[in-house]
């Protein structure tokens, strides 16, 4: 892969918060919360979002390939892998159902379908992951928000299974 390189040079010159980016709770808090004050603006989070962005145009050509965008995504999943105690074998198991499902989320993610992601399209995602975790809608994500929204995901999670059966 020919963005390999400047893509990793690029992630790591980013702030830790800019890298892991997850979408749970308590983790969404410590990624984002650049000020460190426990909670996370909206502001804080499109300030991230914007330089993950950046990030990952890595020709700045102004929008995200599919190569560029699950390049970066390969880079945080090999982060978190190599700081799991899963063995070598449940690690490729999980590299693999993470890249195909990466190559999914590029094709949701691309609305218009021109394997381009802009930055809106890009940008939109960020909205709706921000937005689920904002549960009282003041646009800071707190500790509370991340523990009810958390308590939210449960019960789904549980109804879908119970309704599985």
Same mark, same amino acid.
Do not use: C
């Given at each position: ?29 410590? &990624?984002?919360?650049? &000020? ?15 330089? !993950? ?7 700045? +050509? ?22 799991? /105690? ?8 999980? !590299?693999? !159902?993470?890249? =195909? ?5 590029? /094709? ?17 995602? /960020? ?14 994500? @707190?500790? @509370? +928000? ?5 308590? =939210?995901?449960?019960?789904? =999670?549980?109804?879908? +299974?119970?309704?599985?059966?």
């Amino acid at each position: 892969m020919k963005i390999l390189l400047p893509l990793t040079a690029a992630l790591l010159a980013l702030p830790a918060s800019a890298i892991a980016a997850p979408h749970e709770g308590s983790a969404f808090i410590h &990624d984002y919360d650049a &000020d460190h004050d426990g909670q996370v603006t909206r502001a804080e989070f499109d300030a991230a979002r914007a330089a !993950r962005f950046q990030a990952t145009d890595v020709n700045k +050509d102004g929008w995200v390939s599919e190569e560029e965008y699950v390049g970066e995504y390969r880079a945080r999943l090999e982060q978190q892998l190599a700081a799991s /105690g899963q063995s070598e074998e449940k690690k490729e198991e999980e !590299r693999q !159902r993470q890249i =195909r499902q990466a190559h999914v989320r590029f /094709g949701v993610l691309d609305k218009d379908k021109d394997s381009k992601m802009t930055e809106a399209e890009y940008d939109a995602s /960020g909205a709706r992951a921000f937005a689920e975790q904002d549960d009282d809608r003041n646009g800071i994500v @707190t500790a @509370t +928000d991340a523990a009810a929204t958390a308590a =939210r995901q449960l019960a789904a =999670r549980q109804a879908k +299974d119970k309704a599985g059966r």
